[in-house]
Structures are given as C-alpha cells and as structure tokens.
C-alpha cells in the first residue's frame, strides 16, 4: 500500500495558519479519496475533509472557510490549509488514502497541531 507522511504541524497561537503535508511514497492520481482528519484527545476521530480524484471536495462544517485541501499530484503530495485556526482545532491529524479498486485504505501516523487561546 501507499505509505503516507505528514508534516506541519506545531503549536501556533488562536488565529493563526498551518498548512500540513501528506507526502505519499507513490503515485496518487489513481487513488480514489485523499482525506484529512483529526483526532483530539478524549474524542473521537472526525473527517476534517476530503477530495476525491474528480475533484470533489466536502470538509467539516466546523472547518469550512478555514480550512482548505488541495492536491499536487505531481509531487504525490496533499495538503491541508488551516487559516483562523482555533483552539478547538487541536488535535492529531492525519492523512488517509483510499482506492475502491485496489483494496488500499492506508493512514499517516499523525501530526500535531496545538493552538493556544
């Protein structure tokens, strides 16, 4: 399977940015879904947002206007822009790849991102 690594994250103050990194070790133009999420201690993990291989882009009510995905396939790379970044926002993310076809469903291990009040 596709091995994932995300990068970016850090502790930033209460209306900050971030962009995260997800590098995948091969090609993901065939890859069906590419989707962030975000795990916060003592809660559950939530889908932050995802983009399909058409294009198709849905994200968390709680992120929309903040925060945005976009893909580079040319550098098997996609990334999550977090702008007015909140406290709320603090939680692991992670990067995840599916593809229906290939049976693939592979996750990052994980960055941090903190934001103080």
């Known amino acids: 399977q596709v091995q994932l690594v995300e990068s970016g994250g850090g502790l930033v103050q209460a209306g900050e940015s971030l962009r995260l990194s997800c590098a995948a070790s091969g090609s993901i133009f065939r890859v069906n879904v590419m989707g962030w999420y975000r795990q916060a201690p003592g809660k559950q993990r939530e889908l932050v947002g995802q983009?399909?291989?058409?294009?198709?882009?849905i994200y968390l009510d709680s992120v929309k206007g903040r925060f945005t995905i976009s893909r580079d396939n040319a550098k098997n790379t996609v990334y999550l822009q977090m702008n007015s970044l909140k406290p709320e926002d603090t939680a692991v993310y992670y990067c995840r790849a599916r593809d229906w076809g290939a049976s693939l469903d592979s996750w990052g291990q994980g960055t941090q991102v903190t934001v103080s009040s």
């Open positions: 983009s399909t291989s058409g294009g198709s882009i």
